[in-house]
T-cell receptor
Framework: RKEVEQDPGPFNVPEGATVAFNCTYS??????FFWYRQDCRKEPKLLMS???SGNEDGRFTAQLNRASQYISLLIRDSKLSDSATYLCSCNTDKLIFGTGTRLQVFP | DTEVTQTPKHLVMGMTNKKSLKCEQHMGHRAMYWYKQKAKKPPELMFV???????INESVPSRFSPECPNSSLLNLHLHALQPEDSALYLC???????????FGEGSRLTVL
């Protein structure tokens, strides 16, 4: 079993849609969690950290469920510019990435 | 713009060449990382330096040799690579282990 698993997608959604990504992790000792965004042929960029109480940044909401060992990312009112690959990551003594979920927002 | 600078952005080398990838950060971060990323795959951790000491080596072949001359610099020395080593090599830094990573733009390596 992979340490961090994501649905690879692609998710094809129209502008304005709400889309949710889930990510599961196997190491219960994971201490910190992040969502990164990666555009084609670019480096990953931090989108947001994920806190136990859940956190929101504009149209983006991240949740952590330690009991079930998954994290989620909700994007509301999708924009064309949200099209990218979204990588979840978990940290024990090193940061491990999930396979990434490809999002394509169409007009 | 990223605050982690990698050079060169592109590198083509033969299997007998020796080359180096360089990474620099001036954010005062004490942990630095090398990741390797193949197309349509997530970044895979190679090495972690913490306070200028190698703390993690993910069983990387010896043809890849990391070096951390000081807290701001990280090098990856390449020797006798194979075509399957062609990938995007990403350097990253973090304030401490466990905190978020900041990536450079990467060095795209092609081994002929």
């Amino acid at each position: 079993r992979k340490e961090v698993e994501q649905d690879p997608g692609p998710f094809n959604v129209p502008e304005g849609a709400t889309v949710a990504f889930n990510c599961t992790y196997s190491n219960s000792a994971s201490q910190s969690f992040f969502w990164y965004r990666q555009d084609c042929r670019k480096e990953p960029k931090l989108l947001m950290s994920v806190y136990s109480s859940g956190n929101e940044d504009g149209r983006f909401t991240a949740q952590l469920n330690r009991a079930s060992q998954y994290i989620s990312l909700l994007i509301r009112d999708s924009k064309l510019s949200d099209s990218a690959t979204y990588l979840c990551s978990c940290n024990t003594d090193k940061l491990i990435f999930g396979t990434g979920t490809r999002l394509q927002v169409f007009p | 713009d990223t605050e982690v600078t990698q050079t060169p952005k592109h590198l083509v080398m033969g299997m007998t060449n020796k080359k180096s990838l360089k990474c620099e950060q001036h954010m005062g971060h004490r942990a630095m990382y090398w990741y390797k990323q193949k197309a349509k795959k997530p970044p895979e951790l190679m090495f972690v330096y913490s306070y200028e000491k190698l703390s993690i080596n993910e069983s990387v072949p010896s043809r890849f040799s990391p070096e951390c001359p000081n807290s701001s610099l990280l090098n990856l020395h390449l020797h006798a690579l194979q075509p399957e080593d062609s990938a995007l090599y990403l350097c990253a830094s973090s304030q401490a282990g466990g905190s978020e990573l900041f990536f450079g733009e990467g060095s795209r390596l092609t081994v002929l």
